[in-house]
């Protein structure tokens, strides 16, 4: 905690290189970064407390250590800066904010681990000494031999769900703007829904047209009053009336009602600020002003803005996660130097990230969009991290054992080291989705923690069988990778 937090405070002091970031940002951003950065700082004191027993002098142990974890904390901690960086792509300024911000944090924790947490760990190794206690946790070679009787049934279990997960996944309904983001528990929520109480639901949108032919404006004022939503209009021909010439009216009236160049009708309409109806009656509003005046017109308000954010955020969701998993299966591709590999890794921890986002569709709740893109690349970058620490230990293991043994030893090692990190992050998720009154970050919060779980299953209960069944077909796709290879008198007597 204390070597992190050395990160965390420096990535706060340094995002004034911003200028300026977002209030989701500051709130999150050291949470998330101390959640998501946690993995390194366990990867490297387990390695080292198994260099121990190995090494009993404490600097050749450390040096073995990072020597032996340096490739899956790298390869981690890449993963997980280029799934933030991904966000960077996003239209939608609060992406970019929080991307580069959680990027830098976990660069900067990366830097922390290979430089500080050496140090600190060595510094303080007699008092590490006598404050050591027994294990808390059990042995888990049991669990890696239940595993092993499990994981091929997990396996196809796994690959039924992929499909459906991923086709949930994308039918959600979303909120795209500002309307429910605070809840009745929030003062400012129940202020809102005491005013809708009383007077109903009601937006204002304002159209800009050119200036000059009140018979068009005349023409344009029916047919928005045609339209169901409307209650009213405010213009000068429904004010003034058309056939009174505008020298009529002294300067100040006047200019409430028209500029040099346009003409300004306020339109009071019965709709929420968001949603398929109200959406339906942008398009019918914008529609009518293009018919009176083709391209040449303005529409401003919040249901408007609503309106253009969904186009524009909605276009971000393909970019966004294309770029995410491409760099990440880049990145994967050349640490591992395996084509196989990154393919299994990406897939099991995709898979992960749509079982999440499939939970909303089916309690038929509705997601903030932002949410939901944010939380695309973050899950992906930030969990993918045990999957590449159980592959490389399965690896490590598969060149003097059998795959059999292999899952059962690499389950049993990595699990304390999987648990530790996955179960931080989903509490660390569950306090902020419980503990926020600010409904992105809330739903944010409780997609991570859900997230975190479900990828930690994966990789726990399914990763192992991938890599069983798929033994020989990452052999031949790796490179100097060396696999056991079992004499055959030895797999009869196994077979019996």
Not at 63 to 79: E, N, Q, R
Not at 406 to 415: G, Q
Not at 464 to 480: A, E, M, S, V
């Amino acid at each position: 905690m204390l070597g992190l937090g050395v990160a965390v405070l420096i990535n706060a002091g340094t995002n004034l290189i911003f200028g300026e970031i977002s209030f989701v940002t500051n709130a999150a951003g050291s949470i998330l970064q101390l959640a998501v950065s946690l993995d390194y700082s366990v990867f490297l004191i387990h390695r080292f407390e198994e260099c121990r027993r190995e090494t009993p002098n404490p600097k050749e142990a450390m040096v073995d250590a990072l020597c032996k974890s340096t490739s899956s904390i790298l390869s981690s901690g890449l993963t997980t800066v280029i799934g933030f960086l991904a966000l960077v792509f996003m239209q939608f300024r609060i992406g970019p904010d929080l991307g580069l911000a959680l990027a830098k944090g976990i660069a900067l924790s990366l830097i922390t681990v290979f430089v500080f947490m050496p140090v600190l760990v060595l510094s303080t190794q007699k008092w590490l000494q006598k404050t050591r206690h027994r294990s808390l946790l059990p042995g888990f070679r049991g669990f890696g031999k239940a595993i092993y009787h499990v994981m091929i049934p997990l396996v196809c279990v796994f690959v039924a769900l992929i499909a459906p997960a991923y086709l949930a996944s994308n039918a959600n309904d979303f909120y795209y703007g500002a309307s429910h983001i605070y809840g009745e528990d929030t003062e400012l929520g129940q202020d809102i829904l005491a005013i809708e109480e009383r007077y109903g639901k009601s937006d204002t949108y304002v159209a800009m047209v050119p200036r000059g032919d009140l018979t068009t404006e005349q023409e344009l004022s029916v047919a928005l009053h045609k339209l169901p939503q409307v209650k009213s209009v405010l213009s000068y021909v429904d004010t003034v009336g058309a056939e009174i010439p505008m020298e009529y009216l002294d300067a100040d009236t006047l200019s409430q009602l028209v500029s040099d160049h346009y003409s300004r009708f306020v339109i009071t309409v019965e709709a929420e600020d968001e949603g398929e109806e109200t959406f339906a009656l942008v398009e019918n509003i914008r529609n009518t002003l293009n018919t009176y005046y083709p391209d040449s017109y303005y529409l401003a308000g919040s249901g408007v803005s609503t309106y253009d954010l969904m186009d524009t955020i909605t276009a971000d969701t393909v970019k966004v996660n294309l770029i995410a998993i491409g760099a990440i299966f880049l990145i994967l591709l050349v640490t591992m130097k395996s084509i196989s590999l990154p393919i299994i890794l990406v897939l099991a921890i995709e898979t992960a990230v749509w079982l999440n986002l499939s939970i909303p569709y089916f309690q038929g709740s509705t997601v903030f969009y932002i949410s939901y893109l944010i939380i695309s690349s973050i899950q992906l970058g930030a969990t993918v991290d045990y999957a590449i620490l159980l592959t490389e230990r399965y690896t490590e293991f598969r060149s003097s054992k059998t795959k059999k043994q292999a899952v059962v030893e690499t389950v049993a090692v990595v699990t304390p080291s999987v648990i530790t990190s996955g179960t931080v992050l989903a509490v660390v998720g569950f306090l902020m989705g419980y503990f926020s009154s600010h409904g992105i970050l809330s739903q944010l919060g409780m997609f991570l923690g859900i997230g975190s779980l479900l990828s930690l299953a994966i990789v726990l209960f399914v990763l192992p069988g991938l890599l069983y069944l798929l033994d020989g077909f990452i052999h031949c796709t790796t490179l100097n990778l060396d696999f056991y290879q079992q004499p055959k008198e030895d797999i009869s007597h196994e077979n019996c």
